[in-house]
């Protein structure tokens, strides 16, 4: 598999917004699953936003939030250019992470397990000063 390229991370003042673009060139899945997630070092890696794919592309897909960014983060796709993005906005310090998108060869899950995926990028950092 080819692997993600995730781009757009960097640093924000609390209250600002980023937009992640992430290609996942070759994945042609006809009912997987494609995320995002993120990792603070010494901690787990965690679901922040996941859509179906391809079907995310459509305006009636589901999508799916951890709660802590649930009404200020919202995940998009154009399965068409295998293009998916993460527009963050009122960042919060606690947001501050190595971001990672992700490809599953498997339906979403509400709780966005990172052991469903098995393709991910290389990680794109955002950090968010107080």
């Known amino acids: 598999q080819e692997p993600l390229v995730e781009s757009g991370g960097g640093s924000v003042q609390a209250g600002g917004s980023l937009i992640l673009s992430c290609v996942a060139s070759r994945y042609t899945e006809s009912n997987g699953c494609i995320g995002w997630f993120r990792q603070i070092s010494g901690k787990e890696r965690e679901g922040v936003a996941a859509i179906p794919f391809p079907e995310g592309s459509r305006y009636y897909a589901s999508t799916y939030y951890a709660d802590s960014v649930k009404g200020r ?7 068409t250019k295998n293009t998916m993005w993460l527009r963050m906005n ?24 990172p052991q469903d995926f098995d393709n991910w990028g290389q990680g794109t950092q955002v950090t968010v000063s107080s």
């Open 73 to 79: 983060f919202t995940i998009s796709l154009d399965a």
């Open 90 to 113: 009122s960042l919060k310090p606690e947001d501050t992470a190595l971001y990672f998108c992700a490809a599953a060869r498997q339906p979403c899950k509400y709780s966005i397990p």
